[in-house]
């Protein structure tokens, strides 16, 4: 099993261009995650879908957009990207109420 | 306010010095905490789950408790392979999606 896996690892964009980073998750979960993790402030959730169909908003999902594929594939969408939303990306997955599973991130740079 | 509070920011030990974590929490009622390592460029990767006061969990030179405030994390007698961020996130009982992360404690076994 792959567990949960990324892509890209690695982004550099410039303002204003627009990306889609792709999480797959092969452990048949339900709910998945997309995370960002600053220094100095930790991991901080954007957007969840705790099953096929739904998506929901995070702490801080102003400039993200997320698509629910299907129950395996859970992408964000950076429409205008910000030099704010350089970050790391993490997905995660979980069954409802259990503890998420982390994908290895993706490092994205804005400039 | 949910928080998530993990002491010390930094340690550092000799090798085979054991030492402990901290993880205190403020939430209306716990449903879970969970202990993650993380080592630098990857994503957190689980360690433990605690869901009552009085319980614990060991894993190799690991043991995690729970009191009704905080969890703690002993290391015994460490080895330098042990060197990583140790995230600690409680899951409020009223939300079964959300986690409340702690900053982490980045922890340094010499050799």
């Known amino acids: 099993n792959a567990g949960v896996t990324q892509t890209p690892k690695f982004q550099v964009l410039k303002t204003g261009q627009s990306m889609t980073l792709q999480c797959a998750q092969d452990?048949?979960?339900?709910?998945m995650y997309w995370y960002r993790q600053d220094p100095g402030m930790g991991l901080r959730l954007i957007y969840y879908?705790?099953?096929?169909?739904?998506?929901d908003k995070g702490e801080v999902p102003n400039g993200y957009n997320v698509s629910r594929l299907n129950k395996r594939e859970f992408s964000l969408r950076l429409e205008s990207a910000a030099p704010s939303q350089t970050s790391v990306y993490f997905c995660a997955s979980s069954e409802i109420g259990r503890s998420p599973y982390f994908g290895p991130g993706t490092r994205l740079t804005v400039t | 306010e949910d928080q998530v509070t993990q002491s010390p920011e930094a340690l550092r030990l000799q090798e085979g010095e054991s030492s402990s974590l901290n993880c205190s929490y403020t939430v209306s009622g716990l449903r879970g905490l969970f202990w993650y390592r993380q080592d630098p460029g990857k994503g957190p990767e689980f360690l433990f789950t605690?869901?009552?006061?009085?319980e614990e969990k060991e894993k190799e030179r690991l043991k995690a408790t729970l009191t009704k405030k905080e969890s703690f994390l002993h290391i015994t007698a460490p080895k330098p392979e042990d060197s990583a961020t140790y995230l600690c996130a409680v899951q409020d009982a009223g939300n079964n999606r959300k986690l409340i992360w702690g900053l982490g404690t980045s922890l340094a076994v010499n050799p």
């Open positions: 605690l869901y009552s006061a009085g």
């Open positions: 452990m048949n979960h339900n709910s």
């Open positions: 879908s705790a099953s096929e169909g739904t998506t």
